[in-house]
């Protein structure tokens, strides 16, 4: 199968999803302990904001997973009717 214009913009928006990713899970980890003057949160309160930056990643990775496996399996699909037409 050859490299197509498709999965050129699949790998572009699956790496824009791994910085913005990248980008959300460090800002909830590291900058919060980082505050100077702040009070320390509560783990339980660490825990549930890490959480809720973790699982829409998890989520994405999952909905890119099934997008890959959509468009090879479109592809492959149209070149079995291609393949399949008399001339």
Do not use: K, Y
């Not at 973790?54 to 479109?74: D, K, S």
């Amino acid at each position: 199968m050859s490299f197509s214009l498709a999965d050129a913009i699949f790998w572009i928006a699956v790496a824009c999803c791994v910085v913005a990713q990248l980008a959300i899970v460090h800002s909830v980890v590291i900058s919060p302990a980082r505050v100077p003057g702040s009070e320390p949160t509560s783990a339980s309160r660490r825990v549930a904001e890490i959480a809720w930056a973790v699982i829409p990643g998890i989520a994405l990775a999952f909905v890119l997973v099934f997008t890959w496996r959509a468009m090879h399996a479109a592809a492959a699909a149209a070149g079995a009717i291609a393949s399949n037409v008399p001339l």
